[in-house]
């Protein structure tokens, strides 16, 4: 069976590829910072308990990180997929610069991929086809940077997240690990707005296609959700 963990599955995107991959009969270790608080997706893992694991995890926190592996680890030998989805965005600008929020994005967004990445390789070491799919942003891309294009802390954080892919990409690849980012879309979430473009489950479908399909010579590319690759 194909093994799936998920940080920041309970909302938006995260909750939408949770339910997707269910529906296909994948075990999700579906995890998120305050599982008492998931409703929809205590609800998902009730009525689907032989493929929904609930798995406390905080990105941003060193034990709390690996506490929730060596939970996963009891429980199955192997990781197939890691998505790194969880992330925070304050939109701030030159002129409200807030130095703690643009430290906590940092943290949660780059840093906070790098701690899960760090615990639960071994068990992406174990799998056949192990595929790390780092959930950026274009708003992360330095060539595609534009006036009043996000903010200071969001974008600046998917930037590192982008520059991890890269080197994750170079230290992992002797491991058979094909890692990426991923552009999602501006989707219709808690953290795009009700005026973004693109829904979640057209979202997450789109990155689970192009995650299912991804091959050696992707290894350490830039994807958008559709399949098109992104400029860095």
């Known amino acids: 069976m194909t093994v799936v963990l998920i940080t920041g599955a309970n909302r938006g995107i995260g909750l939408e590829m949770t339910k997707q991959l269910v529906a296909t009969g994948t075990k999700v270790f579906a995890t998120c910072r305050l ?21 406390q995890l905080d990105v941003i926190n060193d034990m709390s990180v690996h506490a929730a592996a060596q939970t996963v680890a009891a429980q199955t030998d192997h990781i197939d997929v890691l998505i790194n989805n969880a992330g925070v965005n304050f939109r701030d600008n030159f002129e409200d610069f807030n130095a703690d929020e643009f430290l906590l994005s940092l943290n949660a967004n780059g840093v906070g991929a790098m701690r899960v990445v760090r615990q639960f390789v071994d068990l992406l070491r174990k799998a056949e086809n192990p595929k790390i799919v780092n959930i950026s942003s274009q708003l992360g891309s330095i060539t595609a940077q534009r006036p009043n294009f996000g903010s200071y802390a969001y974008n600046s954080s998917k930037a590192v997240m982008n520059m991890i892919t890269r080197h994750l990409s170079f230290d992992l690849e002797s491991d058979g690990i094909i890692t990426i980012s ?42 958008i959700y559709n399949g098109e690759i992104h400029p860095w």
Do not use: C, R
């Open 35 to 55: 599982p008492e608080n998931a409703d929809a997706l205590n609800q998902l893992a009730s009525e689907n308990s032989d493929l929904v694991t609930i798995v």
């Open 182 to 223: 991923m552009h999602p879309g501006w989707v219709q979430t808690d953290m795009g707005g009700a005026n973004a473009a693109v829904t979640p489950p057209d979202s997450a479908a789109g990155i689970l296609n192009v995650t299912a399909g991804l091959t050696a010579e992707d290894n350490g590319k830039f994807y």
